[in-house]
């Protein structure tokens, strides 16, 4: 016993050391650090990002606490600093584009997975997917020389004269404002909710349509009363991703939104974003609380952006696995 | 019953029909605005733009030469931070991980994907502007190499997960360690694939424009160096796009042009690399 329990420290450094240096040689455990420390610093990085966003947006906190989020005062010169004109103007404009690109851009989803032939869904979609790469930038460029002169001669004067009698369709249209702003970033997520949408409805097994077109469905009511809820979640998954991409689309908005702090009922109106104003105003932010308002504001658009992703992730997982399971059963 | 039927047939054809409407009108209408978009470019393009620095305001003439030079330097500081780290850490996830390690990781780099691409530069902002009281070319650069990394991390991953474990078997067997099986048999077979995901990541950051205008600003001339502020060629298009100058116009069209042809070259390749099949057939 006593020898044994001499002999063993002894023993133990050089076996270990012997197994420590083998491992060494192989380098199995240095390149499982390595890289672990790669991997790491991805979590890194977003425990940091939430914390900084959080700390330095506190003067606002504190000095506003929930009126920032109620008060439309947005003055830099007197230091009142409330969020409200843009928080309704990303909200109007995300509704905007949304109401544009989900019937459009579903109806082109189940044309493209339900009825058009194989060939052409596919070339249609690499088409799109292309689409989908195409930078915000460009969006802009499109919206300011394209899209704003169309709103003033053409569309603003129609929908007035036919939905004049709405709130929304009143006052003057200077060609930049809600509206304008709502169909460029529709123009931008169509592709988003074509593809996703696609996807999901190609994965809806071909029994359901079959057991469908079998008790005497048209082609249609397999499609919207069978294939359609199958896939519902999928597809509300797409619009949620749309939307989040909506909410935090910057350079397209700042360009055609008019970027003027008000809340107006009227779509032709001016308004104005979270993310535009960020862009506009960070760099040039003199005060501490300048800076850190347009902080919070961004803190705002990260947690909103944040659910609405985690949903879209959920509901798309959900579909993809309940077709999967339906299909090996 | 049979004029029920008949009914519930034109319906069938009448919602089918308007299906492919909207499929013809948002395609269409993409391609069209698309469309016009080469035509005005490639109208306003010339050599010029490509070698010349902008002209002073007013007059005609001039281009954007600093603004290309200055995105090749702000993507190639963003290449060097977000695929080292997406692509060692994607090693991580597929070769070494275990499940929770492994969510984690992942979960941080979808959050990183998700994030709207301004707050990505207000936090680059903070970290890389606000210390040194100066924008820069490496402060945009960390800017886009932030959103780099996830693109990178979660498809590489994938195409590591993809390669058949038949494969890894083999290698061991032959008593290879695992990092040289990784090294030498499955990192080689799954290249097509990851060679895409960092071109796709590549392409994705390229035309980003937000997260630049605080963090490399702009500059109107060459930007020597690193730490300072430097044109790239989104922010200028923006910029050029705003101002009420007719000339400055007509260079934003051809920026976005170049912009553009850039991204989609880059997006053709990659699909094509991918097209012609992870080089190992899953078995």
Known sequence: MATASTSLPSAGPASDSRALLSRLRDGDEIARLITFIFAATVVLISILLVLELWHDSALPRHKFGFAFFRTTTWNPIEGEFGALPFIYGTVVTAAVALLIAIPLGIGAAIFLAELAPTRISDTLEFFIDLLAAVPSVIYGVLGVFIVVPLMRQFIAPWLKRILGFLPLFQGPAYGVGFLTAGIVLAIMVIPYIISVSREVLLSVPSDQREAALAVGSTRWESTWKVVVPFARSGILGSIFLALARSLGETMAVAMVIGNDPKISASLFAPGYSIAAVIANELAEATSELHTQSLIALGLVLFLLTFILNGLARILIVVTSQRGAGTARA | ?283
């Open chain 2, 1 to 283: 019953m049979n004029r029920r039927l008949r009914w519930r047939k034109f319906v069938s054809n009448v919602m089918l029909t308007l299906t492919g409407v909207c499929a013809a009108v948002s395609v269409s209408a993409l391609i069209l605005i698309l469309g016009y978009l080469v035509v005005r470019g490639g109208a306003s393009i010339n050599w010029n733009f490509f070698t010349k620095l902008p002209a002073p305001v007013g007059e005609i003439g001039g281009g954007m030469a600093n603004a290309i030079v200055g995105s090749g330097k702000l993507l190639l500081i963003a290449t060097l931070i977000g695929v080292p780290i997406g692509f060692l850490g994607a090693i991580y996830l597929a070769e070494f991980s275990g499940h929770r390690m492994a969510f984690i990781v992942r979960y941080s780099a979808d959050l990183l994907n998700g994030v709207p691409s301004i707050v990505i530069g207000i936090f680059a902002y903070s970290v890389a502007v606000l210390p040194f009281k100066q924008f820069s070319t490496l402060a945009g650069g960390f800017a886009l190499g932030l959103m780099m990394i996830p693109i990178t991390l979660r498809s590489t991953e994938e195409f590591l997960r993809s390669v058949p474990n038949t494969l890894r078997e083999g290698a061991m067997a032959l008593g290879a360690s695992k990092w040289k099986t990784i090294a030498t048999v499955i990192v080689p077979a799954a290249y097509r694939g990851i060679l895409t995901a960092i071109l796709l990541a590549f392409a994705r950051v390229a035309g980003e424009t937000a997260p630049l205008i605080f963090t490399a600003l702009g500059n109107s001339f060459w930007s020597p160096g690193w730490t300072q502020p430097t044109a790239s060629l989104p922010v200028t298009i923006y910029n050029y796009a705003l101002s009420p100058y007719e000339d400055w116009h007509r260079q934003a069209w051809a920026g976005g042009l170049v912009l553009l042809g850039l991204i989609l070259i880059i997006n053709i390749v990659a699909r094509g690399i991918l097209a012609r099949g992870i080089s190992v057939s899953r078995s």
